[in-house]
């Protein structure tokens, strides 16, 4: 085939338009925005439906409740944050050194966000107390799998006290995602990662 008509065959090949989301996707989106920026609480049905150019009949259709809503959003975080949390771990298999001051560059550089509101599961757990909400084991979970890694990690750098050190790291990582919220991004979260390297030196120091 020359040129020219590999040229006509390119030029007739239809670019087909993108397919718009659906409206549980727009459901969805809009009210993980929603929820992270204004409160779980404070954002009703009718108003995801109503941002989401939808109606609450068919944010039912996709969600049976707004409880199963708000676990599906902290659900997708949950993924996402392993995901991100395991491409990290991925570049430094061998040191779990480097793989816990990674964590903490990435949370540093979450919370100089100004438009960050610290970390969503834990905004929803001060929210949602009721032990039979949906989203009370997606929040329970997710932080315990948080302090197990941390915890082996600590275990692996054959640090003085392990699970102490893990406690110390996990409460530091806590700490920065609320502080945000009074003090700002330039308050004390800025210096987390710094925290976080004295606390390690301090405890690999030999006794």
Known sequence: MNKKSESRKR???QVLPAKPPSARDRVFKT????????????????????EANTTKMSLYRSFPSKDELVAEW??????????TWDAMAQKFPDDPLQQIRAAFALLTKH???????????ANAAVELTEKDHPARKVIETHKANLRNRLSALCLRMNAKEPELLADELFLLMEGAQVSIQ???VRGPARNVARAADNLIAAHLQPA
Do not use: M
Not at 33 to 47: C, N, P, Q
Not at 74 to 83: A, V
Not at 111 to 121: E, L, Q, V, Y
């Open 111 to 121: 919370i100089a966000d100004p438009n960050a509101r610290g970390c969503p599961i």
């Open 31 to 50: 009210a993980a925005d929603l929820f992270y920026r204004k409160g779980i609480r404070a954002v009703g049905v009718e108003t995801i439906a109503a």
């Open 74 to 83: 902290l659900r997708d975080h949950d993924t996402h944050f392993w995901q």
């Open 11 to 13: 030029s007739a090949v």
């Open 182 to 184: 009074t003090l700002g």
